[in-house]
């Protein structure tokens, strides 16, 4: 009788595989043996592919940074490049919220977001600003998309009237947004990103923005 076949393993079905886990049950919920469990292999298998759980994570953050539309930083205008990025950047980590938190930490060895960084950076510079004006403002755009992707505001309230109407009487119209979250949350960061960019560009050493 032959023996049961082994499923086959690549690094990509390991990261997507780890990311179905992250994204329905949440980043604690991830360990080796869970992630061999769903993969139908032993976890020491896993090792032969992928050295550590850290690692892994950083791989999978890695594939989701590269998702973000670096060729949107050719916008001929600065700002409209900035918007774009910022937009793509924000679609590509809100579509994975719960690995976020992980994300934030950006070690500086993942190759994704180094070359993000490094084509976010080139596109100021090479606009007008100063390295460290353009430090500065790529730091300042990633902190609105992080906090952005990080979950819904709109949704953190309950939809109970009551809840509101007595205790918080500015807050007596709170229990509508649930319902129109998903409009909500996109008309906040856009405003954000929108106001964001206008600081940015009259603070712009050109004349003019």
Do not use: C
Request: hydrophobic share 50%; charged share 25%; no cysteine.
């Amino acid at each position: 009788m032959p023996r049961p076949s082994t499923p086959r393993l690549s690094p990509e079905h390991i990261r997507r595989a780890a990311l179905e886990i992250i994204d329905g049950e949440g980043l604690a919920a991830l360990s080796m043996r869970r992630l061999a469990t769903a993969l139908g292999v032993r976890a020491a298998s896993l090792y032969n592919h992928v050295p550590s759980k850290e690692k892994l994570l950083d791989e999978v953050a890695n594939d989701i940074v590269a998702g973000v539309d670096a060729a949107a930083l050719e916008a001929a205008d600065w700002r409209e490049a900035v918007v774009a990025w910022a937009r793509s950047y924000r679609a590509a980590l809100a579509a994975h919220p719960n690995i976020v938190p992980f994300l934030a930490r950006e070690p500086v060895e993942r190759e994704a977001s180094l070359r993000l960084a490094d084509a976010v950076h080139g596109r100021l510079v090479g606009a007008g600003w100063p390295p460290r004006q353009a430090t500065m403002i790529g730091a300042a755009v990633r902190y609105l998309v992080l906090g952005a992707a990080l979950g819904s505001f709109a949704r953190g309230f309950v939809d109970d009237a009551g809840v509101y109407a007595e205790r918080f009487p500015n807050l007596r119209q709170a229990h509508l947004l649930r319902a129109h979250a998903d409009e909500i949350d996109h008309a906040s960061f856009e405003l954000a990103l929108r106001a964001l960019v206008d600081g940015f560009a009259a603070h712009h050493p050109r004349t003019g923005g």
